[in-house]
């Protein structure tokens, strides 16, 4: 750890602005769109106002810069899974981490452990109350929720450490191939356990090279290495 701190100039790669929005959108496989209104915030158009402002939901690393930490990469994954399965507002949205925020007293309370354990059911309750969601809907969210919080590693302290993208559907076996991890390849997707990027196969997927001829080359199994391209084919 501390060698890895180093590495970084002292700071935590978890909190480095390492991404950038387009990025994100790609590795998370969400709208771009809904990326930048997450991360950025959104003005729109009203009757009476003729623009008006959405604040950010998420606190990112680099505001001026436009880019996100490996903690961001992790919010915006758990608030994936409200967006894809539920067509949540981003202003409820944005009141119900807000109330996360000031219960946790935290600035990123979606990527916090808390949110592993009763977050998720003071989230779901808080959206619940926004958007009179019935009693099955926000069982059916709650479940959502713990199939991504699921993907996410964690360290003693409770600190995310590593993610597992899904490379098909959250409803797949768990079978954890592709990792984003902010301490291996400057956290670009890769080969769990290998430190291969999965970005590098699919280049030479597309160049022509088999799934069988990478796996000799690099010593790993076929399935391995399809899992890499089906990731990078369905990100892009």
Partial sequence: MTRALNIYGGRDPVELPAYSIPEVARFIRVPQATVRSWALGRSYSTLRESQKLFEPVIRIADATGRSLSFRNLVE???LSAIRRDHGVRLGEVRKAVDYLRRRFKSRHPLADEEMQTNGTNLFVERYGELVDASDQGQMAMKVCLSSYLDRIE????G???RLYPFTTSREEPDRRTVVIDPRVQFGR???SGTGMPTGVIAERFLA???PKEIAQDIGLSPDAIEEAIRYESRAA
């Fill in 208 to 210: 022509g090279d088999s």
């Fill in 76 to 78: 915006l994954h758990v």
């Fill in 189 to 191: 997707p890769c080969l």
């Fill in 159 to 161: 600190a995310a450490i």
């Fill in 154 to 157: 964690r360290d003693a302290r």
